[in-house]
Nanobody, 122 residues
């Protein structure tokens, strides 16, 4: 199994930046893809970004392209989400999820953490 712990969320004004981290343990870190998802109040959890096992391939939701960057450090067993130019609509609880496919769909992922909340003031 895989254990995931997100951190780095908080309160930020629109236009600011935050970096989220997700520390993983269990299976070898390089053996699975990592996705970031978010769930806004009253909404379903949706795809944000994904990075492949090797870190070579990444994909982003249209809503965050050009603003967010996903990366991973396999030596540190950690995946990151750098969030720049934050907007009020980015407000959500952010989750990292581990799976065997680099997909935008949650069905591809088996494990996730407790989430870290991000609030962007307007």
């Amino acid at each position: 199994q895989v254990q995931l712990v997100e951190s780095g969320g908080g309160l930020m004004q629109a236009g600011g930046s935050l970096r989220l981290s997700c520390a993983a343990s269990g299976r070898p870190f390089s053996s699975y893809h990592l996705g970031w998802f978010r769930q806004a109040p009253g909404k379903e959890r949706v795809f944000v970004a994904v990075i492949s096992r090797s870190g070579v391939s990444t994909n982003y939701a249209d809503s965050v392209k050009g603003r967010f960057t996903i990366s991973r450090d396999n030596a540190k067993n950690t995946v990151y989400l750098q969030m720049n130019s934050l907007k009020h609509e980015d407000t959500a609880v952010y989750y990292c999820e581990a799976g065997d496919g680099a997909s935008m769909f949650r069905s591809a992922y088996t494990y996730w953490g407790q989430g870290t909340p991000v609030t962007v003031s307007s």
